[in-house]
């Protein structure tokens, strides 16, 4: 995988975009598309679980608060095979064509979900990953960062799905579970300070994003 900081001349780049609930990371994305349209670049958008036909289709399933029965494992094979069909469908062909792909969730957040959250552990998490990635790995990571009361507060005023619904002490081991994952991998995770604004989280990016040195980011 590359470092941050090199340049990728010739391919597309994938950045992704990772937090707990209440992070604010959708919004960010929203407002660094923005951006990026503002100087002529045509960011393709994805999200997880989701971002295909058949992931939308998976995603309800996965957040449906009625699917009480699911169990751990099945969630991370839901999770897992929506990866794969976005990657196949969406993710490579776009790397493929020189395009900046912003991928709202991606591999890391079944680590922190399904790994720690769930207790299923990293090490099975990764080999699913590995499945449906087949070597493929973003080159930065945008993670939006806050403590886990004040992103169960945010969300407060909205219908929960099945994962916000969940208690506080699943929700502090997601959030170890991503401070883990950027303790392993200083290299490609860039930390946003979830609790700055949106202003500032949007600021926060551009900066990251700028040191990449990829031709497609040459006008941010």
Do not use: W
Not at 9 to 29: H, Q, Y
Not at 175 to 181: F, S, T
Not at 197 to 210: D, I, K, N, T
């Amino acid at each position: 995988m590359s470092a941050t900081g090199t340049q990728y001349n010739g391919a597309g780049l994938l950045v992704t975009f990772e937090g707990p609930e209440g992070s604010g990371k959708s919004t960010l994305i929203a407002a660094l598309a923005d951006r990026l349209r503002a100087v002529g670049v045509q960011p393709v958008l994805a999200r997880e679980p989701g971002g295909t036909p058949i992931g939308e289709r998976i995603r309800a399933v996965l957040l449906d608060p009625a699917s009480t029965a699911m169990t751990a494992r099945t969630e991370l094979l839901l999770m897992v095979a929506s990866r794969a069909q976005l990657v196949s469908e969406v993710i490579r062909p776009a790397l493929d064509a020189g395009r900046l792909v912003l991928c709202d969730r991606f591999a890391d957040a079944s680590v922190a979900y399904q790994g720690h959250g769930r207790g299923l552990g990293q090490d099975l998490v990764d080999r699913l990953n590995g499945v449906a990635l087949e070597g493929l790995e973003p080159h930065l990571t945008l993670l939006c960062l806050l403590s886990p009361e004040q992103g169960l507060a945010r969300i407060g005023g909205r219908s929960p799905d099945r994962l916000d619904a969940e208690r506080l002490e699943f929700h502090q081991r997601v959030h170890a579970g991503y401070l883990a994952l950027a303790a392993q991998q200083p290299q490609r995770f860039r930390v946003v300070d979830a609790a700055s604004g949106p202003p500032q989280m949007l600021a926060s990016a551009v900066e990251h994003l700028r040191s990449l040195e990829h031709r497609l980011l040459s006008g941010l």
